[in-house]
């Protein structure tokens, strides 16, 4: 099964000259860029910056390939980005929301000798100590440090090079299959693995979300993002979608500003949002009349949509336009669009995108997701062979999503492989047991998990923030919509918040880790 036809002409470049394309196409005077500083960039700004800041941190960096950037999604990580590789260094974008285990173990993956992060970023999100872990045999740089020792001399270099901003570009590579950014996964498995991305995948999967969007939207849109860059939604379609394309970019440091993020909305006029869906019905809760008017699309991805969500922003007059991808694919695989809008499904696959379905035992309403195309990664780096790349088999990846494709193309996510349980023979998706309780439920998150079973092997208990689930009531509803008994948990754990990853995805290990304590607890 294949996506639309794709050019792939239009990835062989790479992003310091994909932007610089976008600066001609546009003109270098368009801002293209903002974050609650409300201090817009320019294309021209953005390049100077780069030009600045790359050459001070090339200095520091003595000669590594890679530099780690711990940063929040504003305006400064966006220049440091480009500054890195406009000067032949490989960013590293380091989750702060892993916790120091992780971070030292991406670090030591991509063999990161240097970060750069911020004083004032540190000292809000409170981080101290974790970049104190990482400062141990690492380098620390502040950019507040970085721009002071910037003189007069480094900004004259700075504006000679914006003029011959091209031959920059080229000097620091142009190799389109070279990686352009590190990312890793979020090591609920083992140690987290890095993703590496190349040039060709980044500016493919953006103009893969291009070509499949066209009508949907355009330059005159202003794309608010309050996804962090170290997500690859909230990099690639969340930031450079629109850097690449002309279209402004709002960017915010935090998704869980429920109140903050809408009032920017409202003063931006932004009118495309990226969000998941648990973020989604913190906003709709928290904005207040009007904050959301400007908004013609919110795209989601990362978790399904759920009805209740649907109906809270059904008053805004928003569409929701539901999404799909995995960080291996930069990320976006599949999208809804506003004139072909299936509730359930993901949407068509992105042009340039092959996929094949493969049988899985026990499974009968769906079948494992393998794709190809120009928006998947080089490969893994992994810790017991740091800097290594490992090459996907053929060039395939294995989402290990279960899935269904309709005559239409429309694809449906039925869950991820590992998210099953066999329960009297039977394999249980731990999705459709979710679904069960979104029915009875839409207004609550609901995340079913395996344990441990003396008799059975295992056992589905729902974890939930709705004060008065009850499996009675659940088990009456499953009756009456004719859902087998098997689909009804075992038993519901009541709290008052689930888990979620910096990313905005449901913490699935972490849930099960409170369910598993809960339990010995009662």
Not at 444 to 451: N, S, W, Y
Not at 455 to 477: C, F, M
């Amino acid at each position: 099964m294949q996506g639309p036809d794709f050019d792939l002409r239009q990835c062989r470049t790479t992003l310091p000259l994909a932007l610089l394309a976008a600066r001609k196409r546009h003109g270098g005077r368009t801002a293209i860029l903002e974050d609650p500083e409300r201090k817009p960039l320019t294309y021209n700004q953005l390049v100077l910056g780069a030009m600045v800041l790359g050459a001070r941190l090339k200095s520091i960096a003595k000669g590594d390939a890679r530099i780690g950037v711990l940063l929040p999604s504003v305006n400064g990580v966006i220049v440091t980005l480009f500054g890195l590789l406009f000067h032949g260094i490989t960013p590293v974008l380091l989750n702060f929301t892993a916790g120091v285990r992780n971070l030292r173990s991406a670090c030591v993956t991509a063999e990161v000798e240097v970060i750069v992060t911020s004083r004032r970023f540190v000292e809000q999100a409170r981080l101290d100590d974790v970049v104190s872990a990482l400062g141990e045999g690492r380098e620390i740089v502040y950019l507040e440090d970085v721009r002071k020792g910037i003189g007069f001399r480094d900004k004259v270099t700075g504006v000679l090079k914006t003029l011959f901003a091209r031959l920059v570009a080229q000097r620091a590579g142009t190799d389109s299959n070279a990686p352009a950014v590190i990312l890793f996964t979020s090591g609920t498995e083992g140690a987290p693995k890095g993703v590496v991305l190349s040039h060709a995948n980044l500016v493919g999967n953006t103009m893969q979300i291009w070509q499949h969007a066209a009508g949907a939207i355009s330059p005159t849109d202003v794309a608010f993002n309050p996804l962090p860059v170290f997500h690859s939604f909230g990099l690639t379609a969340g930031t450079l979608l629109g850097l690449l394309n002309g279209m402004k970019v709002v960017l915010y440091p935090s998704p869980l500003h429920y109140k903050q993020v809408p009032k920017l909305i409202h003063e931006t006029k932004a009118t495309l949002l990226l969000a998941t869906d648990t973020f989604l019905v913190g906003y709709a809760r928290a904005a207040e009349a009007g904050e959301l008017a400007s908004l013609k699309l919110v795209v989601t991805g990362a978790e399904r949509v759920k009805d209740g969500t649907r109906a809270l922003w059904a008053p805004f007059g928003t569409m929701i336009l539901e999404g799909y991808g995995c960080t291996e694919c930069s990320p976006v695989l599949a999208c809804n669009l506003p004139d072909d809008n299936r509730f359930g499904t993901v949407g068509r696959l992105l042009p340039g995108i092959t996929a094949k379905l493969e049988p899985v035992e026990g499974i009968h309403d769906g079948a494992r997701l393998v794709v190809k195309g120009p928006n998947v990664m080089r490969g893994y780096m992994l810790a017991e062979t740091p800097s290594e790349i490992r090459p996907l088999p053929d060039e395939w990846y294995d989402t290990g999503d279960i899935v269904q494709i309709d005559s239409d193309g429309f694809v449906t996510i039925r869950g991820r492989a590992k998210r099953f349980a066999k329960l009297g023979g039977e394999m249980i998706s731990l999705a459709a047991v979710e679904a069960l309780a979104n029915g009875l439920w839409p207004d609550a998150t609901h995340v079913a998990v395996t344990l441990p079973d003396p008799r059975k092997g295992e056992q589905v208990v729902l974890v939930t923030d709705r004060p008065e689930a009850d499996r009675s009531a659940l088990l009456a509803h499953a009756r009456e919509q004719e859902v087998a008994e098997l689909y009804v948990p075992r038993a519901i754990l009541v709290v008052e918040k689930i888990p979620v990853l910096g990313s905005g995805k449901i913490d699935y290990a972490g849930t099960a880790d409170l369910a598993q304590k809960m339990r010995a607890l009662i």
